[in-house]
């Protein structure tokens, strides 16, 4: 699978060689190494639960603290 998306980026790379004049193309850092070890949708799908796990924990916490003020409302009005 790792093979059929550096042939992608091979292709587009030849494709666009001639535009890309300044870049150096055999040069990579670290990160993209990383990701092109581990695959990168992996990466991707933790940083997508992440930001779900956060929302939803936000939504929770807001919940609670409407429901709080809702039941301090309604102990006001009862009385």
Not at 10 to 25: F, I, M, P, R, V
Request: net charge negative; proline share 0%; no cysteine.
């Amino acid at each position: 699978m790792q093979e059929d998306s550096v042939a992608v980026v091979d292709t587009l790379t030849q494709a666009y060689a001639e535009k890309w004049s300044g870049a150096e193309l055999e040069q990579t850092n670290a990160f993209i190494s990383l990701m092109y070890s581990n695959d990168l949708i992996f990466v991707v799908l933790g940083v997508t639960l992440i930001i779900w796990a956060v929302l939803l924990f936000f939504m929770f916490r807001v919940d609670s603290k409407v429901s709080s003020l809702e039941d301090k409302i309604n102990s006001v009005e009862q009385e």
